[in-house]
């Protein structure tokens, strides 16, 4: 069975520039998260859905960032425009409505220059 | 707000020596989890504890959480060069599904 698939894993773009993180959770995880990674620090959640509902975006900066998970499946986080600070590593996890342990993508290394 | 602490932020010790990570949360937890984060890699599951004084065991790693489900410890015995890596404590916010992730204690074995 497939991981958690993130794409692209590497990112560089100036700032200003728009940049958009796919996610493909695990098949038949109904929950999917993305948090945020700096570098020596903890992922810190970024927006959590059920399905296609998202139910804990209080953490998502929403002048900057959107997310969408139209389908109740694959999932588009984007930021518009980026900034010097948000260069961070962008992890996707998902969790099966049985279990909240979560499993996490590869994740992608975004650089704003 | 909620907060999630880890001591040590770092550990460097010998191959063979014992290693044990604590993890501190501001408010009563529901369950904890443990995640290791090997160089380069992402988050990797390690274990769910949720009663008040549990420990659980896995080949060589210990964990235990607290009586009053407020703190959490690693321990790792004999360790070796494949246990390198940060290790993350997480703890749900109350009464959500939100998990807080600790500060992580970051190890390295030196051969």
């Known amino acids: 069975e497939a991981g958690v698939v993130q794409s692209p894993r590497y990112k560089i773009i100036e700032k200003k520039q728009p940049v958009a993180f796919w996610c493909n959770p695990i098949?038949?995880?109904?929950?999917l998260y993305w948090y945020l990674q700096n570098l020596g620090q903890g992922p810190e959640l970024l927006i959590r859905?059920?399905?296609?509902?998202?139910?804990?975006d209080s953490q998502l900066p929403k002048d900057r960032f959107s997310a969408e998970r139209l389908k109740g499946v694959d999932s588009t986080l984007k930021i518009q425009p980026a900034e010097l600070g948000d260069s961070a590593v962008y992890l996707c996890?998902?969790?099966?409505?049985?279990?909240?342990?979560?499993?996490f993508g590869a994740g992608t290394r975004l650089s704003v220059l | 707000g909620q907060q999630v602490m880890q001591i040590p932020q770092y550990q460097h010790v010998q191959e063979g020596e014992d290693f044990t990570t604590y993890c501190n949360s501001s408010?009563?937890?529901?369950?904890i989890q443990w995640y290791k984060q090997r160089p380069g890699g992402h988050p990797v599951f390690l274990i769910q504890?949720?009663?008040?004084?549990e420990v659980k065991k896995q080949k060589r790693l210990t964990f235990q959480f607290g009586e009053a489900k407020k703190n959490s410890s690693l321990h790792i015995t004999a360790t070796q060069t494949t246990d390198v890596g940060t290790y993350f404590c997480?703890?749900?916010?109350?009464?959500?599904?939100?998990?807080?992730f600790g500060t992580g204690t970051r190890l390295k074995v030196l051969a």
């Open positions: 996890a998902s969790s099966s409505a049985l279990s909240n342990i979560q499993y």
């Open positions: 098949s038949g995880h109904n929950t």
């Open positions: 859905y059920e399905n296609e509902e998202a139910v804990d």
């Open positions: 408010t009563t937890l529901s369950n």
């Open positions: 504890l949720v009663k008040s004084g």
């Open positions: 997480a703890g749900p916010r109350s009464g959500t599904y939100k998990y807080i």
